[in-house]
């Protein structure tokens, strides 16, 4: 029996793959699929598929045409399952023509001539064509400009700045640049916003106004009661409005929350995350700028809210402003009590200290070093040291890139897949409107 294996991602399963397929059955007696995993795929750099791994698999099932689907996971595990099985023919599309002659050592390598017209990147262009918008003028920007190029279907239509002459050529050279909220939204069908957090409720309401979908900086807004609001327009509109935390959306991180609620290290009974950075104070504006607890708060209470819940007994906040009558804090700790767990955020722009996450539990704990918030190393560390375990995850664009590919996928199928969802995004803003409010803290 003559076997044959071939490889794809097989993304929006279209008559190009069933007919490269149907050659490659053609060529021997048995096929076996290989389709690639989300985690594998993201690595190649095809961060952008929008159907699941299992869906992908049905869906190659469904054409009746392999004998066999195998899961690819890794670079060589082609040498490793043409051995494995015994193949005696590899092929693949033309477009990957001389890639994989160095599998001729091993078995019969050959290419077969696409259809020509029919793509999937095209199919996601089409489906997923967005334009988005940017408004502020953070340097984040910069990135967040650079990685938009990596996502299939998406276009940044402008910019709302007062000035860009600090940002990147790239973001200079955008086909709009205008100081008009209402110019930007009339341009775009969603906008990421990172402007002073004290302006995002009127930003977003104007765009969920416009039906304009939101993927903001968190936190949403300043008030509770603002939140609410714009949550409930934002459904009534059939809108997106998303947090934008970019850890959330890191593979490291979100394995990170599989496996802590795996139990693989018993009752998490303790949470200590710290976040700082040392950035110049504009005296000036200090009221009004990104103050400790916005730009550094949202990322710190993510692993909290999202692993002891936001049901806590108490809290208590300690911070040190610059001055009396500043909302611009240097440092602040909030520490919160839970029934039968603790955990404890420092974050500062005055203050520097180690940034790390460490989750303590019953059996062992997990430790992310500086700076965990951009993950992509955990340690899982236990009494015994071999059993100790290493945990290692391709990052790319800091998750700023993955961000976006969650945004756009949201819009297209109208589903909020809550990486961030409601109660730890109100919890965020509750917790921020106590420190704006001045409510049970202690000054330092």
């Not at 097989?10 to 007696?29: F, M, Q, T, V, W």
């Not at 095809?46 to 698999?57: A, T």
């Not at 004290?198 to 309401?205: A, L, N, S």
């Not at 610059?322 to 919160?336: E, G």
Request: aromatic share 10%; with cysteine; hydrophobic share 35%.
């Amino acid at each position: 029996m003559k076997k044959v294996i071939t490889y794809g991602t097989y993304d929006l399963l279209h008559y190009g793959h069933i007919r490269l397929l149907k050659r490659a059955k053609e060529l021997g007696d048995y096929l076996i699929v290989g389709v690639t995993s989300d985690a594998y795929d993201k690595v190649r750099g095809k961060i952008n598929v929008q159907q699941s791994l299992m869906e992908r698999i049905e869906a190659v099932k469904a054409t009746g045409i392999a004998d066999q689907i195998i899961v690819e996971e890794y670079d060589g595990q082609k040498i490793d399952d043409i051995q494995k099985y015994s193949v005696d023919i590899f092929t693949v599309g033309s477009d990957w023509k001389g890639k994989f002659d160095y599998l001729n050592e091993y078995c019969k390598v050959i290419y077969l001539d696409r259809t020509e017209g029919i793509s999937s990147s095209e199919i996601r262009a089409e489906k997923r064509e967005i334009k988005l918008g940017l408004l502020g003028s953070s340097p984040i920007l910069n990135k967040f400009e650079r990685e938009s190029h990596f996502v299939n279907g998406v276009s940044i239509s402008g910019i709302c700045c007062d000035d860009v002459s600090a940002l990147s050529e790239n973001i200079q050279k955008l086909p709009l640049i205008t100081q008009s909220v209402d110019t930007l939204l009339d341009a775009s069908d969603a906008i990421y916003i990172i402007s002073e957090p004290t302006t995002h409720y009127d930003i977003i309401k104007k765009a969920l106004l416009k039906q304009k979908h939101v993927l903001v900086e968190s936190p949403i807004a300043l008030q509770y009661a603002h939140w609410k609001e714009l949550t409930e327009l934002a459904e009534k509109n059939n809108c997106i409005l998303m947090d934008g935390i970019k850890t959330a959306y890191a593979d490291a991180y979100k394995h990170l929350k599989l496996l802590v609620k795996s139990g693989v290290i018993g009752k998490v009974v303790s949470i200590d995350c710290t976040c700082t950075s040392l950035r110049p104070v504009d005296t000036d504006t200090s009221n009004t700028a990104w103050n400790s607890l916005c730009a550094w708060g949202p990322t710190a209470l993510l692993p909290i809210f999202q692993l002891l819940g936001t049901d806590y007994k108490s809290r208590s906040i300690t911070t040190h402003l610059l001055h009396p009558k500043s909302n611009y804090d240097m440092f602040t700790k909030v520490d919160f009590i839970y029934k039968d767990a603790v955990a404890s955020l420092k974050v500062g722009q005055g203050v520097k200290s180690e940034g790390e996450l460490i989750i303590s539990s019953s059996k062992g704990y997990i430790y992310v070093p500086a700076p965990w918030w951009k993950t992509d190393y955990f340690e899982i560390r236990y009494e015994n040291p071999a059993d100790n375990k290493r945990y290692f995850y391709q990052l790319d664009g800091e998750g700023i890139r993955y961000e976006i590919v969650s945004f756009i996928k949201a819009i297209q199928t109208g589903i909020n897949f809550y990486f961030i969802d409601k109660s730890v995004s109100s919890a965020i803003t509750s917790l921020i409107e106590d420190f704006y409010n001045k409510k049970d803290i202690t000054l330092i």
